[in-house]
C-alpha cells in the first residue's frame, strides 16, 4: 500500500486518508474508518504490515480493513501511540504520548485484534528511568528498527537508541 494523501501538517494526519493498491485508490474518511481524530505515526513492519497510531489507539490495516487496539482494551487512558517499531522477534514497541514504551508481544497482538473485548495485561513502561533517552511526544513521532536489531525513536529530548533484548525494566 502507498499513502497518497493526508494532510500531515505537523506530521500529523488529521483528514481523510488515500491509500493506492495496485493502481487503485481507497479513500478513508477521517473519523468513519480508524477511531483517531488525528494520526500521528505510519509505519510498515517486517512482515509488510501497515500500522497506524493515533490518539484512538493502535489500528493495523489488514485486509482492506483497520483493526484497532483501543484504550478500553488496556492500552495506557489518555496517552496517544505517537511511535511504533517492531522488533527481531515481530514484537511491536509502542510509543506512547509523555509517558513511554510498551511492548506487545505477537501473539498479544493478534488476540486483542480479533477480539474488541480482549483486555492486554498490565504493561511496564519504559522510560528514562531504564535506560532511554527521553519519552516520545506529539511531535517527535517516529521509529525504526535499525540492521543489528536496535530500535531508534525520536523523543522530546532527542534520538534515544535501544536494544531491546537487552533493555530491562527497572
Known sequence: YEIVD???SSDVCSSDLLMVDRG?????PRGQA???STIYTVTQD???????GGDGGLSLFADGAFHTI?????????RAVVAVADDDRGDLWIG????GFIRLGR???????????YQIGPR???????GTAGVPDYYANSGVRGPRGALWFLTGRGLTVFDPASLHAR
Do not use: K
Request: aromatic fraction near 14%.
Open 6 to 8: 493526508c494532510d500531515w
Open 24 to 28: 487503485r485508490i481507497t479513500r478513508f
Open 34 to 36: 480508524l477511531p483517531h
Open 46 to 52: 517486517q512482515a509488510g504490515r501497515v500500522w497506524f
Open 70 to 78: 483501543t484504550h478500553a482494551q488496556g492500552l495506557p487512558a489518555g
Open 96 to 99: 506512547l504520548s509523555f509517558f
Open 107 to 117: 501473539d498479544e497482538l493478534t488476540r486483542a485484534l480479533a477480539d474488541a473485548s
Open 124 to 130: 511496564h513502561v519504559y522510560d528514562t528511568v531504564d
